[in-house]
Each structure stands twice: as structure tokens, then as C-alpha cells.
């Protein structure tokens, strides 16, 4: 066979494992600093500095900046030598290295300023969003055209995941982005309330599975045979950890949303599509565990392997701790609690960040020809990180159950036994400064890490890898072998049996529940039947279905596609449509313009990052909170308001309760009013103001997503706004003296407060003619 | 005292047979997918097949690295 060589393109990994530690090192320090704000609230340092603005910059540092750029240096090593082809592009692996930074960047400065649209791990801005999507398909295109120009016919499991991450994360990104622009640095969500509560949340969620998950399986499958020196344990149970994964996972959103308003067709689904997830997660994590037999005895001495080891033990806890909180009992207990936080940082300091380090410490000194630095150090890391990392999973595990039997525990005459909802916050205190001791030896651990990692780059020169590979590429030799037919892999025997029974099974959404229990049994069967009938009538002469699709990228992706968008389709295709339908029988009315405003100073702030604005059916919720939440009660929020986090109390009903005074000083000196209370101070809302002028446009906007605003309250909205905002101004200074002036935030956020759970008020609808009475809303 | 635990179980509704089920049938399909799985390509050439993409990561580069 003749052969060429060829060399890598590794610098651009080599930069991308620069970027992840330097933005690593950054997202873990303002985490520990967030973590610090929770257990010493003077650390806050208003307004850029405060929690609900840090908190997003945190999440999104560590998620895109540490782990995007760990992932896009993986990806792009291994599948390279995977496909035994150059990167096909260095420009566009450039357009794509400098690109994501600048978004980085742009994420940096915009959510410390309190631009953000309030969507967890979607915060950024639509300017910014569309620099994402054209970032990712600059990624895209560069992984695909490599791919056609592979010398290598069979796709290595690691692709597959790779492919699925592209696919996915470029259709969640863009769905949950969709947004109308308010003006150059702010939108609304095309999606109100329970849809964009759905459509956040199989965002979110899948965010963690396409981009905290796959691309990192993919590097496990890839990084550990070589770390461990032997093959993957069992090539054949990777393909179905690979397909259940991405079909299952999709659907699995809505256990973000158990007892919330969503329907319960759509809970249901979340919930058992989640227990469904724990069978091929495991069957991933026995597969990496077990690939490394024979090589135990490395991990005493082998800081690499110790590294991945553990990551993929704590990504089989974490996948089945997700089954176990997404069952709705658990979840009534454990929903808003610091036990989901506690969850979240097992996979992502665990999983992620031990694969990350492993990962980089089996790089870098062959990126650079050398050997590691200290070895020493890189088991001090793991022992420190390791320790770091119990540390915050139990305390989080520990305040988790404690808030919430707090918040359910009654008297015996039936009464909430901790009223005040303070008492609770205070008694997670001790396990906060915890938390934040298990954060700082994992930061410490991971600051080494760069350290170790730059004296190992310093000691050695970049090498770029060179190889012998067929000369030939895939589409030089494709005319002289026998080709199979698309059609016969896209609609070949198993993609039928499934298709068959997916639809029986669709058929559910229509019948009755006896129709249902045959529509079951008789999917069941033709299940079990088909995958015999497949097995006794394969040649064994002949290559497997699977096998001949391992060869074909582009039927490859197109099934991928398919089985990626299915769920999401299932899901969100529903809620929209009904969505209009509800907006036609809608009892609640529009925000006031001044209400609008305040409730975007209310997302600027992050107010959401600690309060929920949802009720669930339990009485200790009804006791402490009022009446359960309903759709209706959010139809208008573009974005959604439900928030993941009940730091501080669930204020869904809190219009009314409390008078304007009382908001104002709480605002200004939460301690006032709250003794005790964690909050960070907002005094700057009574300084930092706002046009009038500038609110029409933003009731254009939603009056343009279907919230009903007649075109004369458009017009009239800065006169309106004005003049309720004059009355509360007025009135503050009338009962305590206070000047605050009435183009404010804080007016404005008073205004929407008071609104919340209530139809308007006589003065915060200036067109009503109603009683002076306050309605709850239906 | 599984009869106790079952009555128990069932009393608050006889609609909590259907996750069971479902459960059951999961586990089940999932079962047979995978044995199929594991048993596919036994023969010479799926053997072969099979070494060689496992054995990918393996056979991608020139140097090995000696950690200390």
C-alpha cells in the first residue's frame, strides 16, 4: 500500500489546553468566591460584584471556557489520529480557537454589567448568541470536511460521540436562543412561561448531556486505551451505551420541572426517560472501568489513570444519583435544595475536572516532547482535588436534606414548624464554610496542576506528530470498493423494528389506559420478536448493519439526527402549540410598562439565581407561599421566572403581601427588615435610573410574542410607566420621607415585586377603572 | 412479607402496576439489545473487525511517552 506522511495539526490542541486551564483557573476562583458570598454575604460587592451576577459568569466559565476548551482539545487530537488525516482546515481550527475565546470574553464583561436573558447556562446575550452558533458550525465544518478526507474507513466509537455532541448542541443552542431583540444588548425569549420553562430546561439538561457528557465519553473511549495501554473492554457494549445515550437523554429535561406547572404528560416523560438513563450510563462506566484490568496496579504510581479512574467512578455516582432525584418523591424533597448543587458538582469537579486533568497531564508532555514536570505534584492534585471534592458533595448532600425537611416539617396542630424561612437559611451556614473549604482545595490542587503543567511545556518544544498513512483518502478509493446503498442503512432491519415500535408506542399520547396496556404488550413483543428474528437471520458471512454504518459518516450523522431530535420534538412540538391556544383564554393580564422594567432589573440582578416563583402542590409550599402556581400565572414571562434555587424564599406570590417601604428598605439593607438574612444589599437600584422613553419599545416586543398590549398602550407606555412609577415614589415619601427618585430601578423593581401573583392594581394599570382591590390570579 | 409489602404498595392505587411494568419491559428489551450486541460479529471476521476498532487508539501514533 503506498503511504504519505503527513503531520498533526497539535499547536491548535496545545492552545485550546492553554485556554481551558487559564479560564479553568478563573471559573473555579469565581466560584470559590460565589461560595464564599453564601457564607459571608458582606463579600458581596455590589452592583458587579454581587452573587446573581457572578453566580451566571461561574457556571458559564467552567461549563464553556474550562470544559469547552478541554473538550475542543481532545476532540481535535484524537480525531485526527483516529481518522489518520490532518485537521482540514487551519484557518478555520483559528476562526474557531479565537472566536470561542472572544465569546468567552464578551461572557466576562457582559454578565458582570447585568446583561443576560436569565436562562441558566444561556445567559449570554443574542449578540453573543449568534457568535456561538457561527463559532460551533466553523467547528462543525471543520470536524465534518476532516472526516470526508479520512483515511481510516471504520468511525472509532469516540467519533460517534463527537458527532452526536455537534449535532445536539447546535440544535439546543439555537432552539433555546430564539429571541426578539429589545435593542443591541437585550431580548425577550420567543418562548413564555411553561414553554419556555420546557424548552430551557431540555436545553439545560442537555447541555450537560451534549456537552458535559458525550464529547467527554469520547475522550474517555479515546484517552483511556492509551493511558491504560490496552483496548477498550468491550467495543460492542460501547454501541449501545452510545445509541441508548443519545436517544434517551433528550427527553429527560422536564425532571427539572417536577410539581411545577408543566403538564404532567411531559413530568411523566422526564421522569422515566431519567431512570431509563441510569442503564447505559452504567453500562458506559463499567465499560471504562473495566478497560482498565490488568492495569490496577499503574494507578498506585500513574497520576493519569488515577485521574481517570476516578472520573469515571464519579460519573457512574452522578449518573445515578440524576436517575434517582428526577423520581418525583425524591425530587418533592430535594428540588431548590443545595442537594441538586451538591449533584451538579459531583459530575462537574468530578467527572469533568478529573477527566480534564487527566487528560491534560497525558497531553501536555507529548505535546511537547517531554516529560511531566513532577509527578509528585500531580498526585498531590489528586489526593487534594479528590478531598476537595467529598468535602462539597456531603456538606451540599447534608444542607440539601436539612433545608428540605425544614421547609416540610410541621407542628403537630398541622402549622410549618419553621416559619420564618430564615431559620433555614441559617442553619446551612456551617455546611456553607464547608463547601467553601472542599472548593478551595480543589482550586488550590487545580492551580497546581498549571502550575505543573507550564514547568512541563517549559522543559520540552512544541512537537507536532508525524505518521505514515494510506495515501489515498476514503473518497480516492471509494469508486473501487463496493458501496452499500444509503437507503439500505437508513431504512435497514433495525431502524424499521425501532420506528415500528416507537410508533405503537407514540399511540399512547391518544388512547385509553386499556388500549394502552395492549398497545404495550404488543410493542413489547414485537420488540422481542424482531431483535430474534434479526439475530437468526443474520449471514454470518457478512459484516453487520452496525458494522457497514461504522463506515459511513454522513448516514451515520443522519441517524443521529434523527435520534437526537426525536425526543425534543415529542416534547416541545406540544407545549408550543398550546401555547397559543392559552394565551386565548388567558385570565391574567399584561405587566404594567413599569412592571416590564422591573422585572428586567429583576433578571439584571439575578434575582433568580436564589428565588423561585413557583408554588408546588404540597402544603408546606400552600402554608409558607400561598396558593399553588399555574401556567397561567407566567403566560406572559418572556423569559420564564421559575428559577432552580430557593436560597432566599420562593416569591411567586409575594405582590401585596408587604408594603412598598418594606421593599425599599429590604432592597437597600436586607438585614433591616430580615435579620440575619444572606442577601446582598441592592442600594445601587436607588441611584442607577432608567428612560421612560425606553419602554416602549419593550412593550413593542411582547406585544410582538402575543402578549396582548393594545397598540395605544405601546404608545402610551412611557406616560403610563411614568406616572405609576410617580405614585410609588410619592407614596414612599409620604409614609417614611424617603426621596427616592421616580425613574429608578428601584421604583421600577418595587413596582414589579409588588405585582407578583396578583392582578394589577388600579395604580399600576393607569387605564383600569376596577375596584381598588387586590386579585389573586386565577 | 412480600405479600405484606406488595398489598401495602398497591393499596394506594393499582395504577402503580404500570411504572413496574414499564420498567420490566425496559429492562428486558434493553437485555436482549444488548446480548445481541455482545454476541454480534462472532464470527473470524467480526472477531478481526471488532480487534481492529478497539484496537484503534492503540495504533495512531509513533512515540510513547515513559512516565517516571
Request: aromatic share 14%.
Amino acid at each position: 500500500m503506498e503511504t504519505e506522511r503527513i503531520t498533526y495539526n497539535d499547536r491548535i490542541s496545545r492552545w485550546f489546553i492553554g485556554a481551558s486551564v487559564t479560564w479553568g483557573i478563573v471559573g473555579m476562583l469565581v466560584g470559590v468566591i460565589v461560595a464564599l458570598q453564601l457564607a459571608f454575604w458582606q463579600s458581596n460587592l455590589p452592583p458587579y460584584l454581587s452573587f446573581g451576577r457572578l453566580r451566571p459568569l461561574h457556571t458559564n466559565a467552567v461549563i464553556f471556557a474550562f470544559v469547552g476548551n478541554m473538550l475542543f482539545a481532545g476532540v481535535y487530537y484524537s480525531t485526527q489520529r483516529l481518522l489518520k488525516a490532518r485537521l482540514a482546515s487551519d484557518k478555520l481550527s483559528w476562526i474557531h480557537f479565537w472566536g470561542w475565546q472572544s465569546i468567552i470574553v464578551s461572557a466576562a464583561i457582559t454578565l458582570p454589567l447585568g446583561i443576560t436573558q436569565s436562562k441558566e447556562y444561556a445567559e449570554l446575550e443574542w449578540p453573543i448568541d449568534i457568535a456561538i452558533a457561527l463559532v460551533w458550525v466553523v467547528f462543525a465544518v471543520n470536524f465534518f470536511w476532516t472526516l470526508a478526507r479520512r483515511r481510516e474507513k471504520q468511525l472509532y466509537v469516540a467519533i460517534w460521540f463527537y458527532i452526536a455532541t455537534l449535532i445536539a448542541i447546535a440544535v439546543l443552542h439555537i432552539v433555546n436562543a430564539l429571541a426578539i431583540p429589545v435593542g443591541p444588548l437585550q431580548s425577550y425569549s420567543v418562548f413564555g412561561g411553561v414553554q419556555d420553562a420546557l424548552v430551557q430546561w431540555w436545553y439545560g439538561h442537555n447541555a450537560v448531556a451534549f456537552f458535559l457528557t458525550t464529547p467527554i465519553l469520547g475522550i474517555m473511549y479515546y484517552f483511556l486505551p492509551k493511558a491504560a495501554d490496552r483496548p477498550v473492554f468491550s467495543y460492542r457494549l460501547s454501541i449501545i451505551h452510545f445509541w441508548a445515550l443519545v436517544f434517551l437523554y433528550i427527553w429527560a429535561g422536564p425532571h427539572h420541572l417536577l410539581y411545577t406547572a408543566l403538564p404532567d404528560w411531559a413530568q411523566t416523560l422526564g421522569m422515566v426517560f431519567s431512570v431509563m438513563l441510569w442503564a447505559p450510563s452504567w453500562g458506559g462506566m463499567i465499560n471504562g472501568l473495566f478497560t482498565l484490568r490488568g492495569a490496577w496496579d499503574r494507578l498506585r504510581t500513574d497520576p493519569v489513570l488515577k485521574f481517570f479512574a476516578a472520573a469515571i467512578t464519579f460519573y457512574g455516582m452522578a449518573t445515578f444519583e440524576g436517575p434517582l432525584l428526577s423520581i418525583k418523591s425524591v425530587s418533592g424533597l430535594a428540588h431548590y435544595t443545595d442537594w441538586i448543587i451538591g449533584h451538579v458538582h459531583a459530575g462537574a469537579l468530578g467527572w469533568n475536572g478529573f477527566m480534564a486533568a487527566g487528560m491534560f497531564y497525558w497531553m501536555v508532555p507529548r505535546l511537547f516532547g517531554t516529560k511531566l514536570h513532577s509527578q509528585k505534584s500531580a498526585n498531590t492534585h489528586f489526593y487534594l482535588a479528590t478531598f476537595g471534592i467529598l468535602l462539597y458533595v456531603v456538606s451540599m448532600w447534608v444542607a440539601g436534606v436539612t433545608q428540605g425537611l425544614m421547609w416540610r416539617a410541621q407542628t403537630e396542630d398541622g402549622g410549618l414548624m419553621y416559619p420564618n424561612f430564615l431559620e433555614t437559611v441559617l442553619a446551612l451556614k456551617p455546611m456553607y464554610w464547608t463547601r467553601l473549604v472542599g472548593g478551595t482545595l480543589y482550586f488550590v490542587g487545580f492551580v497546581m496542576m498549571a502550575w505543573n503543567l507550564y514547568k512541563t511545556a517549559r522543559s520540552g518544544a512544541p512537537v507536532d506528530e508525524e505518521v505514515e498513512v494510506p495515501a489515498a483518502t476514503l473518497q480516492d478509493a471509494a469508486s473501487s470498493q463496493p458501496h452499500t446503498p444509503w437507503h439500505k442503512l437508513v431504512f435497514g432491519a433495525p431502524v424499521v423494528l425501532t420506528l415500528v415500535v416507537g410508533g405503537m408506542l407514540s399511540t399512547l399520547a391518544f388512547v385509553n389506559e386499556m388500549a394502552s396496556t395492549f398497545i404495550v404488550v404488543m410493542a413489547f413483543g414485537v420488540a422481542l420478536l424482531g431483535s430474534i428474528a434479526l439475530q437468526l437471520t443474520r449471514k454470518s458471512d457478512r459484516p453487520t448493519w452496525h458494522a457497514l454504518l461504522e463506515g459511513r459518516a454522513l448516514v451515520f450523522t443522519v441517524l443521529t439526527v434523527g435520534a437526537v431530535l426525536i425526543g425534543g420534538v415529542a416534547e416541545i412540538v406540544p407545549m408550543v402549540v398550546t401555547g397559543s391556544r392559552d394565551l386565548k383564554v388567558t385570565k391574567n393580564k399584561p405587566y404594567s410598562p413599569l412592571e416590564l422594567q422591573g422585572r428586567d432589573v429583576y433578571v439584571a440582578e439575578g434575582c433568580y439565581t436564589c428565588h423561585s416563583q413557583m408554588i408546588r402542590p404540597f402544603v408546606w409550599e400552600t402554608a409558607r407561599y400561598g396558593k399553588v402556581s399555574s401556567a397561567d400565572d407566567s403566560i406572559f414571562d418572556h423569559p420564564f421566572q421559575w428559577g432552580s434555587k430557593r436560597t432566599g424564599p420562593d416569591l411567586a406570590r409575594e405582590g401585596g403581601l408587604r408594603s412598598d417601604l418594606w421593599h425599599y428598605r429590604h432592597l437597600v439593607d436586607p438585614r433591616e427588615v430580615s435579620a440575619g438574612s444572606i442577601m446582598p444589599d441592592y442600594a445601587h437600584l436607588e441611584r442607577h435610573t432608567f428612560k421612560f422613553s425606553g419602554i416602549e419599545a419593550k412593550v413593542r416586543v411582547m406585544r410582538s410574542l402575543g402578549v396582548p398590549y393594545s397598540v395605544k398602550q405601546v404608545q402610551q407606555a412611557p406616560r403610563d410607566a411614568e406616572a405609576q412609577a410617580i405614585l410609588i415614589a410619592t407614596g414612599l415619601k409620604k409614609e417614611a420621607n424617603v426621596e427616592v427618585p421616580a425613574d429608578s430601578k428601584m421604583v421600577a423593581v418595587i413596582a414589579y415585586l409588588q405585582r407578583l401573583g396578583r392582578l394589577p392594581t388600579p395604580q399600576s394599570d393607569p387605564g383600569a377603572t376596577n375596584e381598588n382591590t387586590v386579585k389573586e390570579v386565577n | 412479607m412480600l405479600g405484606w409489602f406488595a398489598s401495602d404498595f398497591f393499596a394506594q392505587s393499582p395504577l402503580l402496576a404500570f411504572p413496574l411494568v414499564g420498567l420490566t419491559i425496559f429492562i428486558t428489551v434493553f437485555g436482549v439489545i444488548t446480548l445481541r450486541t455482545i454476541h454480534m460479529g462472532k464470527g473470524h471476521a467480526g472477531k478481526a473487525r471488532i480487534q481492529h476498532l478497539a484496537s484503534l487508539p492503540l495504533n495512531d501514533s509513533n512515540e510513547e511517552i515513559q512516565h517516571d
